[in-house]
């Protein structure tokens, strides 16, 4: 039974999200220019990168807060310099880091 401060809501565990690449995250989300070519998709992810601004550990970060707002609570992080590393530790949300 719920405590009564928590009248109609739900106690479930994290979500588990096993294929990120945080430190590739952004603000936007990169077009598709046909939904059916993922080579074309992976042409513009890469085209995108290049104009990236921002450090791939802050882009980690806001990585790790979008996986926490939807409730992640662990990940199976894929980077190219474990640049997720202290943007994990630091929000407490748990995984494992691979190149």
Do not use: K
């Amino acid at each position: 039974a719920l405590p009564s401060a928590l009248p109609g809501s739900l106690l479930a565990p994290g979500f588990v999200n096993l294929h990120t690449h945080l430190e590739q995250t952004s603000r936007e989300t990169i077009p598709n220019p046909d939904p059916q070519r993922f080579d074309e998709w992976l042409t513009a992810v890469g085209a995108y990168r290049r104009t990236e601004t921002e450090g791939r550990e802050t882009l980690s970060r806001r990585g790790v807060a979008a996986m926490l707002a939807g409730g992640v609570t662990c990940v199976n992080d894929i980077g190219t310099a474990h640049h997720s590393l202290e943007a994990l530790d630091e929000a407490g949300l748990r995984g494992v880091v691979s190149l």
